[in-house]
């Protein structure tokens, strides 16, 4: 019997063409690709048949897996990654135990190097990988033999990707990172934390259109997803550039959605698309709910740049940021002075106007 | 005597291995181990206590 295509999946699962067309659209968009992509993304996703897709949870906590499976409602995208043949997958799967790992070691015998591995949680290296165990095997096995077999792996979230929190000083179980703990595999990191879902609908989106992986960064990051700073697409940013800073929570610029610079935000440092993307379906992400970015898909964020709640040392950039101090101070006083100079006017204006009665 | 062992037990958060004991039909003895430790415990040791929310809620 012929497989079923991902297209006819969607289908059957009552997804009208029309929402069909829009998901490609939104996909090319994400990738940032020109829209007459859209039609090529539709032509492969309606021809393709399902990858067989494992997903290994190591050293982790799960988040990665929430971000993705937790929903107020089913998105396309969310159905892609469920109609993409999810063969294992710990939290969600029915069987346990031997019948468990059977399913995953029938995917690595009977279809190697043509199937996807996601990876979730980082890699212990400490006393032969001891401190995560699944099956009596190690996390590091496990990856051995699942991503050195397969056709590509996503390290989905910051663990997988650089080690992450379990990596965080002092590291007391030597977590690394999947590239580092098996650099044969190829892989591509999705850092985050939690990991966007768009960027991993994206990735294996692009490669079922194009048949190879997107271009990556230094740190094996799609640049699609990683290649612009926060800072630059803040929707804060006109505050920063007019010196209007956060000084305390609850103050008046933190009411106002000032910049969030002066309390910490490392979004300066910071290389994703969660400004343009968001999260929860685009509803919102850290900056816009009013709390610094804490540069979670950044390599080692925890301890690279500081104390979450620790401002930057003097941001590279324009003359005025290594003074946002004084600027910040200086415009709040002109603002003072401006709300106190309306406040004459108005004032005497009122008082014009009783006189007048 | 029979001793048999579930691993992974699925459908939960974290890693989890039961291993039970049975005699002539029933349990005798079972164990349960997490299989899984990262020591957050440690890492927020020393930590400006403003951010051990968002190390530990990585739990």
Redesign the interface.
């Known amino acids: 019997m012929k497989e079923e295509s991902l297209f006819d999946s969607l289908l059957r699962r009552g997804v009208s063409r029309r929402d069909f067309m829009k998901f490609c659209t939104s996909m090319a968009a994400t990738l940032a690709l020109p829209s007459a992509f859209s039609a090529q993304i539709a032509e492969a996703l309606e021809k393709k048949q399902k990858p067989y897709v494992v997903w290994l949870?190591?050293?982790d906590?799960?988040?990665d897996s929430e971000a993705i499976l937790r929903s107020s409602r089913p998105t396309i995208g969310q159905l892609v990654l469920d109609v993409i043949s999810l063969e294992y997958h710990?939290?969600?799967?029915?069987?346990?135990?031997h019948n468990?790992?059977k399913s995953l070691h029938d995917v690595v015998k009977n279809h190697k190097g043509k199937y996807i591995a996601i990876v979730e949680g980082?890699i212990?290296m400490k006393d032969g990988g001891v401190?995560?165990?699944?099956?009596?095997r190690t996390a590091l096995e496990i990856a051995k033999e699942v991503c050195g077999n397969a056709m590509a792996t996503l390290a989905v979230g910051s663990c997988a990707s650089f080690g992450?929190?379990?990596a965080?000083?002092?590291?007391?179980?030597q977590?690394v990172g999947l590239k580092e703990a098996v650099p044969s595999a190829t892989v591509v990191n999705l850092p985050g934390?939690p990991v966007n879902p768009e960027n991993v609908t994206a990735t294996v989106v692009h490669f079922l259109t194009f048949g190879t992986l997107p271009a990556l960064d230094k740190n094996h990051r799609p640049l699609f997803a990683y290649g612009k700073r926060i800072h630059d697409n803040c929707e804060r940013r006109p505050h920063f550039d007019a010196g209007q800073f956060v000084q305390k929570w609850g103050d008046e610029g933190h009411r106002l959605g000032w910049c969030l610079y002066e309390v910490g935000c490392k979004g300066p440092q910071s290389y994703m698309n969660c400004p343009t993307i968001r999260f929860n379906e685009g509803t919102s992400w850290p900056v816009m709910a009013g709390h610094p970015c804490?540069a979670c898909g950044m390599p080692q964020s925890?301890d690279a740049l500081g104390?979450?709640?620790?401002r930057l040392p003097n941001v590279p950039g324009a003359s005025y940021q290594a003074t946002a101090d004084k600027v910040g101070v200086a415009v709040v006083g002109a603002a003072a002075a401006g709300v106190a100079a309306h406040a004459i006017i108005r004032a005497s204006t009122s008082k014009g106007k009783q006189e007048n009665k | 005597m029979a001793k048999i062992a579930i691993d992974p037990v699925t459908r939960i958060e974290g890693h989890l291995r039961i291993e039970v004991e049975i005699d002539g039909g029933k349990v005798k003895d079972a164990w349960a181990s997490g299989t899984m430790w990262r020591g957050l415990e440690l890492i927020v040791k020393n930590r400006d206590p403003r951010e051990v929310w968002a190390i530990l809620s990585r739990i």
């Not at chain 1, 401190?131 to 009596?136: E, K, S």
């Not at chain 1, 965080?168 to 179980?173: E, H, L």
């Not at chain 1, 104390?307 to 620790?310: D, L, N």
Request: hydrophobic share 35%; aromatic share 10%.
């Open positions: 949870e190591l050293s906590c799960a988040g710990e939290t969600i799967m029915a069987p346990s135990g468990a790992e980082a212990p401190y995560c165990t699944i099956a009596g992450g929190v379990a965080a000083k002092p590291n007391p179980t977590c934390c804490f925890w104390p979450i709640y620790s």
